[in-house]
């Protein structure tokens, strides 16, 4: 009998031929011994063969053999539904019922729960299995209904001795079955969550779901639906919000089922067409604080996405919204990848981003369909505050200047190096943007006549693009706070003028002074000379008179010349004769 063997038979071969004490190993032998583990039994499958009855021992061990060879399959499955298990609540009050269709779903831990048979049960009864299992009383709050299997005994009374049967056969044994039964598990009870809207506490719960997963591995119960129960009975039953599926990311996929069931009841609720002029935001308008990362929203929240303005039917508040075309066919694809990224949060002012995908048929599409800039309204606002901002900082600028230079020629700026006044101010920021019209109009392709034309052809313009033909057709006004500043005129000569005409006068005071010290230097020496004629008067008159009586000095004299007539011994005949 051949022995199997993972060695190859030419090794084999080779340690056959080697002496046995080269295969012996060259350090001693050392048995070591564990500390023994517990494990559990080893589930044996029975050999079946015709004629064996079975007893409830051997159904165990084959069940057992089942359950371990399936078990690793099943803890590689995602917790959740599988397939059916729709819940549903029937009355009202203490009557109501509780129904659940057959399915199939799988644990936390890899607890499989099979439903062969719709399960109706009374909602006292499912209140009463919830406080045993809680061992508390039924609080008020929002409770998930889930579904978990159990092994229970069947037919087993346990207030009985061994040897007594209640069973008419009595060689009836024992019998353990597989059961599924129904349970609440509380997630939320705060009075704000419970005293909202059921849209929106669903809402809020399909939320936490993304962050808290409900799944539990020790009961291994799987969510059906969500309920809100106060004083011991439900109020409303919700079978979206808190159905979780056996998916990856299935708590985004729950709060996007839930979220397109809300938003196809709100189109039904609103049927006629929203405000022209927006008045609520997103989470009023639709009653919903969250929303899915990506999913469908209603067509009426955007109005004329055609248009070159598009606008929105709600106030963004502090959302930032984004609107951009994309084929048909991708909108699956991207909803599948973009909807594990959690949600967004339309509440606690956080700015997120929307961005808005218009689903455009194929055939239809193009890269170029949205090539419409918008205006940018802020941008001009902004440019008449710059602008006005400006001209008041080169007004201020050139006042300084005419106060400091005005009247100076262009030498004496130049001796002084003094800045050059600027010629041009700043441009006005209406006839600013004409000028950037202009200019892109200049570098459009000049259209073409036709090769045909025999005479003179009036060809039409070429077309502006976006956004100048915009500003052209309506142009946007300037900002309430923006106001023309006026132009800065010169006034009176500046500092270095008035510098220059003081220096001017000085100089011509200078002058002046000059002049009538000379004048009275001239003076000064008249008056000399004229005393020395007086003195040569005087000696000469004192000589000739000197018989007169008088001081000896001919001073006397002197005063008769003023009474003293002179006779010009030849007479003078006119130089114009009559």
Not at 397 to 410: C, E, S
Request: aromatic share 6%.
């Amino acid at each position: 009998m051949a022995t199997p063997s993972f060695l190859s038979p030419s090794l084999l071969a080779a340690l056959a031929l080697r002496p046995a004490l080269t295969l012996l190993p060259r350090v001693p032998v050392d048995i070591r011994l564990h500390e023994p583990e517990k494990r559990p039994d080893d589930p044996r499958r029975l050999n079946l063969f015709p004629g064996r009855a079975l007893g409830e021992r051997e159904f165990e061990r084959l069940q057992a053999y089942v359950d371990d060879r399936v078990a690793p399959l099943l803890a590689s499955l995602e917790p959740g539904i599988v397939e059916g298990l729709p819940c549903a609540f029937f009355g009202t009050g203490a009557d109501t019922r509780v129904r659940v269709q057959p399915g199939l779903a799988v644990g936390a831990a890899g607890q499989l729960i099979r439903l062969f048979y719709p399960l109706d049960q009374a909602w006292t009864d499912l209140a009463a299995q919830a406080e045993r299992d809680q061992d508390a009383p039924l609080r008020d709050g929002l409770f998930l209904v889930t579904i978990r299997s159990a092994v229970e005994p069947i037919d087993d009374p346990t207030d009985q001795e061994p040897c007594t049967r209640t069973e008419p056969d009595p060689l009836r044994e024992r019998r353990i079955e597989t059961v599924s039964l129904l349970g609440l598990q509380r997630i939320a009870g705060s009075p704000r969550l419970m005293a909202m809207p059921q849209r929106q506490a669903a809402n809020r719960i399909g939320a936490r779901l993304l962050r808290e997963s409900p799944f539990r591995a020790d009961s291994g119960a799987v969510p059906l639906g969500l309920v809100k129960v106060v004083g011991k009975l439900p109020v409303w039953f919700d079978p979206l919000a808190g159905r979780l599926l056996a998916e990856p990311d299935a708590a985004a996929h729950t709060l996007l089922a839930h979220t397109v069931a809300a938003l196809e009841a709100w189109q039904r609720d609103h049927p006629a067409p929203l405000p022209n002029v927006p008045t609520q935001t997103l989470p009023e308008l639709l009653g919903l604080d969250y929303l899915p990362a990506a999913g469908p929203l209603p067509a009426a929240l955007l109005r004329d996405p055609a248009g070159k303005t598009p606008s929105l039917a709600f106030l963004p508040a502090d959302l930032q919204v984004e609107l951009a075309p994309v084929p048909a066919n991708t909108i699956e694809g991207v909803v599948a990848d973009e909807l594990s990224r959690g949600a967004v949060d339309l509440i606690h002012g956080l700015g997120e981003r929307i961005r808005l995908l218009l689903a455009i048929p194929d055939l239809d599409y193009r890269r170029d369909l949205f090539d419409l800039p918008q205006r940018d309204t802020q941008l001009e606002d902004e440019l008449f505050r710059r602008g006005e901002a400006a001209a008041r900082t080169f007004q201020t600028w050139k006042q300084q200047w005419f106060a400091l230079f005005n009247g100076l020629t262009p030498e004496q700026l130049k001796a002084l190096r003094a800045p050059m006044p600027r010629a041009i101010a700043p441009r006005d920021p209406d006839l600013y943007r004409d000028d950037l019209v202009t200019a892109r109009r200049a570098t459009l392709p000049a259209a073409t006549a036709p090769a045909l034309a025999t005479h003179a052809v009036a060809l039409p313009a070429a077309p502006l693009p976006e956004p100048y033909a915009s500003h052209v057709a309506d142009r946007h006004p300037p900002p309430p706070d923006y106001s023309p500043v006026e132009d800065t005129q010169p006034g009176d000569p500046g500092l270095f003028r008035q510098r220059e005409d003081l220096r001017e006068d000085i100089r011509h005071l200078e002058a002046a002074l000059d002049k009538s010290f000379r004048l009275l230097e001239e003076v000064n020496d008249f008056l000399g000379l004229q005393r020395q004629q007086l003195d040569t008067l005087t000696v000469s008159l004192s000589t000739l008179a000197g018989g007169v009586p008088g001081d000896g000095l001919g001073a006397k004299l002197v005063r008769w010349t003023t009474k003293a007539q002179f006779v010009p011994k030849v007479a003078t005949t006119p130089e114009n004769p009559t």
